[in-house]
């Protein structure tokens, strides 16, 4: 595992945002996995900045998201979907049809699952997955205790990212929500993980993660098996590791 540590945010995020450009120069028809979340807002950003001062051909590229939220409707602003289409698709111009997202609604969630999987295998399988994590050390939203082994499934969200959603959408208490998310075992599949965390908030998780012992108590802890994984951190999300 590589770790790289930027000197501040801002080069954190600039890097970041490389990785991806430099990802869809290096392959044009590369498939490339997201994350939402304040991490990679500002990432997002610089990416659409780069390309808009100088666009290449992203007509072959392949964009998703490593997770969706369910049971809401995709023009909620917080749906995975939104906030990649508006923070990244609509600014690089990559085809709709090359956006790949599962549904937030459906009667049968396997077959959703199976399908958004599906997709991304057509393709050739993902090339690169920039990868958040949650303060509970959660990879898209693979809760602690998912097993390894899980395939793409949904997810109960972490609570208190789930009190959020609740809170902005307004939806009852019984109101089922979850989180359909690529499976550990899948995102291990990704050709290269590129996992970015930045702030003082993150440093705790970072140290299990990378340096604890690899258990399912902290899903993250398994990118340490990953042939091909860059950890990709600020000097305060880095501040545990020294
Ligand atoms: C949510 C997303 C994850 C993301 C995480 C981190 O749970 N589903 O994919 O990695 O938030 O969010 P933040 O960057 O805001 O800390």
């Known amino acids: ?26 392959k044009p028809n590369a498939v490339i996995g997201l ?8 990432m997002h950003r610089i990416v659409s900045d780069i390309y808009k001062d100088s666009p290449f051909d992203t007509s072959k590229v392949t964009i998703f998201n490593v997770d ?27 085809p709709d049809e090359n956006f790949i997202m599962p ?31 949650g303060w ?23 609570p208190i990212f789930e ?6 959408t307004k939806v009852p208490d ?8 690529r499976g550990i075992v899948d995102i291990m599949q990704t050709r290269k993980i590129v996992l970015i965390a930045k702030g003082e908030s993150k440093a705790e998780i970072i140290e299990k993660a990378v340096r604890g012992p690899i ?9 340490q098996l990953h042939p091909n994984c860059e950890v990709l951190l600020d000097e305060a999300a880095a501040s545990r590791l020294r």
């Open 163 to 168: 009190e959020k959603v609740r809170r902005e």
């Open 103 to 133: 549904l937030t609604f459906s009667d049968d969630f396997d077959a959703e699952c199976a399908k958004f999987e599906n997709a991304l295998q057509e393709r050739g399988g993902a090339d690169l997955q920039m990868l958040g994590i």
């Open 215 to 223: 258990t399912t108590d902290i899903p993250a802890s398994v990118i």
């Open 68 to 94: 969706e939220l369910t049971n809401l409707d995709r023009s909620y602003p917080g749906s995975c979907y939104t906030m990649i289409y508006e923070q990244v698709i609509k600014n690089l111009g990559v």
């Open 174 to 181: 019984d109101y089922p929500l979850g989180g359909l998310t």
């Open 35 to 42: 994350s939402t979340g304040q991490t990679t807002k500002n």
């Open 1 to 26: 595992m590589k770790i790289t540590i930027m000197k501040t945010e801002h080069d954190f995020d600039v890097a970041a945002a490389w990785r991806i450009i430099g990802q869809m120069l290096e």
């Open 136 to 158: 509970n050390g959660h990879i898209g939203i693979n809760q602690p205790g998912t097993p390894f082994e899980r395939h793409t499934w949904v997810s109960p969200m972490d």
